[in-house]
């Protein structure tokens, strides 16, 4: 089973920044674009941030602002920005693949999930 994987992951202070990346095997263009979702300690997993390879782009009201989600279609990378961090934000993060033509922030509608970074945000 492919998976995506991600980086990036750090402990960082309140208000600080962090830059995650979510690389394919062999540079390999799964699915319709990237996603980013995030699970923090007794949650559900919620959507954070999509980008289809079109450009199209999508954010969750909760980091609207904050976040920014950009690819390099060359390297088939994506990468995920986030500014003015709060530790609200301490999560696992995780990248996966869209499989559908449409922006979607259902997490059904997504494959070729990695396994994840660990994002701490102390106050």
């Known amino acids: 089973q492919v998976q995506l994987v991600e980086s990036g992951g750090s402990v960082v202070q309140a208000g600080g920044s962090l830059r995650l990346s979510c690389e394919a095997p062999e540079r390999t263009f799964y699915g319709f674009g990237r996603g980013w979702f995030r699970r923090a300690p007794g949650n559900e997993r919620e959507f954070v941030a999509l980008?289809?390879?079109?450009?199209?782009?999508k954010y969750a009201e909760s980091v609207e602002g904050r976040f920014t989600i950009s690819r390099d279609t060359v390297q088939n990378s994506v990468y995920l920005q986030m500014n003015s961090l709060t530790p609200e934000d301490t999560a696992v993060y995780y990248c996966a693949a869209p499989t559908i033509p449409e922006p979607t922030t259902e997490a059904h509608r997504y494959s070729y999930w990695g396994q994840g970074t660990q994002v701490t945000v102390s106050s």
């Open positions: 980008i289809m390879w079109s450009g199209v782009t």
